[in-house]
């Protein structure tokens, strides 16, 4: 799925809650462990720090 979204509408993703909500839409959309952060900073800028920690907590 292509998503073009201009820098300067693009969301920040900094609490947990929103990234983990963001990461599992991105899954039930069928995207794979490997896709999701270059899917999910296409259109948000992530706190990398703490996508890291969830990913590795799952």
Do not use: P, W
């Not at 991105?26 to 706190?47: A, M, R």
């Amino acid at each position: 799925m292509e998503r073009f979204v201009e820098d300067y509408q693009r969301r920040r993703l900094t609490e947990r809650v929103d990234i983990i909500t963001a990461i599992n839409i991105l899954k039930s959309q069928g995207y794979g462990h490997d896709e999701l952060i270059s899917e999910i900073t296409k259109v948000f800028y992530v706190d990398l720090d703490a996508y890291n920690e969830i990913v590795m907590a799952a």
